[in-house]
């Protein structure tokens, strides 16, 4: 299994997640500036879950993958979400390791 705080060996991946089933890698549409991004079954790049477009622009469109788009519109919107946040972080947030040292002030 891979590490996934090792470094892809695809320039283009940004990470990967998974929804309890299915395995799922987010890649950019370029190393530099990508207007999209492809969320595929991870082993599998040629079944496309979904493409998300329009990312220079700020118009985004969300294109689903031919078996996916039937899929519950609750799943479709934790898997659009799951897929930006590995785009932008490299990983799911809530994957993040927490504070070391909480800090608070008592006021």
């Not at 496309?48 to 899929?71: K, N, Q």
Request: charged residues 20%; aromatic residues 10%.
């Amino acid at each position: 299994m891979r590490n996934p705080a090792a470094p892809a060996a695809d320039p283009l991946e940004r990470g990967r997640f998974n929804d309890g089933l299915t395995d799922f890698t987010v890649r950019a549409s370029s190393a530099n500036a990508p207007d999209s991004f492809q969320v595929a079954v991870t082993g599998n790049p040629a079944d496309l879950v979904l493409i998300v477009s329009g990312l220079g622009s700020g118009d985004l469109h969300a294109t689903w993958g031919e078996t996916w788009r039937a899929f519950a519109p609750d799943w479709k919107v934790w898997v659009e979400d799951a897929a930006f946040k590995v785009f932008y972080n490299g990983h799911r947030i809530d994957n993040r390791p927490g504070p070391i040292n909480p800090r608070h002030c008592d006021g």
